[in-house]
């Protein structure tokens, strides 16, 4: 019982319940303030396209080279992330943090070598 007058405890507890009532409060107050429609009209279903009738389903498979392609980006896309405080730093940084900004990049070139000759970005 004393380890849970532990004001460490205490402090943690409350922490939680804060929490708890942030992350509840707003879901609890949306429903309770939302606006209901009194019928739903046919249109509420349909799919919307810049007011334009839909051009066949919704529900289109794409092609799995879409998705590489969009990877890829986000491969240089977490480069560019990592390179830009490491060069704007650089001075304080010494020698070793050139030498490891190079290996990184070459292993992201080897990655990006490695798409091309697998041909995952060509589109078609």
Excluded: S
């Excluded at 429609?37 to 799995?64: I, M, S």
């Excluded at 798409?115 to 060509?122: C, H, I, P, T």
Aim: contains cysteine; neutral net charge.
């Amino acid at each position: 019982m004393e380890m849970l007058l532990d004001p460490t405890w205490i402090a943690a507890v409350v922490f939680v319940a804060i929490a708890f009532v942030v992350a509840v409060a707003p879901l609890v107050g949306a429903r309770l303030l939302r606006v209901v429609a009194r019928n739903n009209p046919t249109t509420k279903f349909t799919t919307y396209e810049c007011g334009e009738v839909p051009d066949g389903l919704a529900w289109l498979q794409f092609h799995p080279r879409y998705y590489v392609v969009a990877l890829v980006f986000v491969l240089f896309d977490v480069e560019t992330v990592f390179i830009l405080p490491w060069a704007l730093n650089i001075r304080d940084m010494g020698d070793i943090a050139i030498i490891e900004m190079f290996v990184f990049i070459f292993i992201l070139m080897l990655g990006w070598v490695y798409a091309l000759r697998k041909g995952a970005l060509k589109w078609q």
